[in-house]
T-cell receptor, first 115, second 113 residues
């Protein structure tokens, strides 16, 4: 398996623009997680899905952020409108089963810069 | 606010020495504890997890948990330059679950040849 795939790897945009980050989890994994990492705040869980259903979105910073998982092999994280403080590395991770101690596998991340 | 605290480092040790990484957490309800390694510019990867008080060994790595003191540590024996990375501690309120993980900001380890 190719592992978790994220696109784009780098995104530079201007304040106010819409940004869409994409993730393809490992086939057969039931759980998908979106994280954001910054120097100031470290690695933060934004939202996670189980079988395409959002389970906990309490980490989503505000209404400008939204995430969807239309099917088992694809998820998006959208920021609209983007702001400079959204600049961070966004990771997607997947795991087979959160209740059986299985490992979360992280994607390579998307480095977002909002000017 | 539930928090996970780590010394940011950098922690510098000579090759072959024992590296000791420490983590404290504020939520007494935390049930499961994880150590991730993150190389510069890369994504985190799980090294170990621990649920019960005491020690858990896996090769050169030993995780130690003391729930009464709300303290978890990672020991790396015979440190190698390839161990140079940032080590992230993460905790969860849910036994056996990796959902709702709260991460520390990480300790940067440098192993000098």
């Amino acid at each position: 398996d190719a592992g978790v795939i994220q696109s784009p790897r780098h995104e530079v945009t201007e304040m106010g623009q819409e940004v869409t980050l994409r993730c393809k989890p490992i086939s057969g994994h039931d759980y998908l997680f979106w994280y954001r990492q910054t120097m100031m705040r470290g690695l933060e869980l934004l939202i996670y899905f189980n079988n395409n259903v959002p389970i906990d979105d309490s980490g989503m910073p505000e209404d400008r952020f939204s995430a969807k998982m239309p099917n088992a092999s694809f998820s998006t994280l959208k920021i609209q409108p983007s702001e400079p403080r959204d600049s961070a590395v966004y990771f997607c991770a997947s795991s087979m089963d959160a209740l059986s101690y299985n490992e979360q596998f992280f994607g390579p991340g998307t480095r977002l810069t909002v000017l | 606010q539930k928090e996970v605290e780590q010394n940011s480092g950098p922690l510098s040790v000579p090759e072959g020495a024992i590296a000791s990484l420490n983590c404290t957490y504020s939520d007494r309800g935390s049930q499961s504890f994880f150590w991730y390694r993150q190389y510069s510019g890369k994504s985190p990867e799980l090294i170990m997890f621990i649920y019960s008080n005491g020690d858990k060994e896996d090769g050169r790595f030993t995780a130690q948990l003391n729930k009464a003191s709300q303290y978890v540590s990672l020991l790396i024996r015979d440190s190698q330059p390839s161990d140079s990375a940032t080590y992230l501690c993460a905790v969860s309120r849910y036994g056996g679950s990796q959902g709702n993980l709260i991460f520390g900001k990480g300790t940067k380890l440098s192993v000098k040849p």
